[in-house]
């Protein structure tokens, strides 16, 4: 079975400094989906970012980007310019590509909580 | 714009009352989830569904039950509710996972239940 460990359950930064947030996973397949999702005080879960294990390019969006390290099993999100905004649970997760049904689901770490200090 | 719905919000209710969450997406999405989430367990699959009329179990399926008898629609029933299953519960959906390229891209709101 999969599982997705974040060994982080809190972390600070400074607005506008640079913060980088953990994330192992451990599976047997050769084909998955990683994720960063992130959950605001409104308790909304908004997506952030993927990737997709056979791309060797780490993804990249705005100001968050990924450190995809396969052999290691390691996926951390780095979020750069770190604004009040960005305060919020983050929840790395691992999904099977080509599964449906129950070995298809997301599968959640425990999060990590950002506080952003002004 | 793209969406899932969920209701009630918010729900206080007394252990044995049976009661009804309901989730509604408007993208035609074939596949539908739910998930608890409890402090310090992050989120866990309760039911999913491939399509309509095709329901199975996730990882903590016990006292609840699910229907699929429409696409857009994923109630999640709790025929008898305990203190246990006091949690946040979100919705999600997505196209069909067996699909390349496919993964739960919306989530609902959440409905943050209180068994007493």
């Known amino acids: 079975a999969q599982t997705v460990t974040q060994s982080q359950p809190e972390m600070s930064v400074q607005e506008a400094e640079t913060v980088t947030l953990s994330c192992t996973y451990d599976?047997?397949?050769?084909?998955?989906?990683l994720f960063w999702y992130k959950q605001p005080p409104s308790r909304q879960m908004i997506l952030v970012i993927r990737?997709?294990?056979?791309?060797?390019q780490n993804a990249t969006e705005n100001r968050f980007s990924v450190n995809f390290q396969k052999a290691a099993k390691s996926f951390s999100l780095k979020i750069s310019d770190s604004q009040l905004g960005d305060a919020a649970m983050y929840f790395c997760?691992?999904?099977?590509?080509?599964?449906?049904?129950?070995?298809?689901?997301?599968?959640f770490g425990k999060g990590t909580k950002l506080s952003v200090k002004p | 714009e793209a969406q899932v719905t969920q209701n009630p919000r918010y729900l206080i209710t007394v252990t044995g009352k049976k009661l009804t969450v309901t989730c509604s997406q408007n993208?035609?999405?074939?596949?539908m989830s739910w998930y608890r989430q409890d402090p310090g367990l992050g989120l866990r699959q309760i039911y999913y569904?491939?399509?309509?009329?095709?329901?199975d179990k996730g990882d903590v399926p016990e006292g609840y039950k699910v229907s699929r008898k429409e696409k857009r629609n994923f109630p999640l029933i709790l025929e008898s509710p305990s203190p246990n299953q006091t949690s946040l519960y979100f919705c999600?959906?997505?196209?069909?996972?067996?699909?390349?390229?496919?993964?739960?891209?919306?989530f609902g709101p959440g409905t943050r239940l209180t068994v007493t």
């Open positions: 569904s491939m399509n309509v009329e095709v329901t």
């Open positions: 599976t047997s397949e050769s084909d998955y989906y």
């Open positions: 997760a691992y999904r099977n590509m080509n599964y449906g049904g129950s070995q298809g689901n997301l599968i």
């Open positions: 999600a959906s997505s196209l069909n996972p067996q699909a390349h390229l496919t993964y739960e891209r919306y």
């Open positions: 990737q997709e294990a056979y791309k060797q």
């Open positions: 993208m035609n999405h074939e596949y």
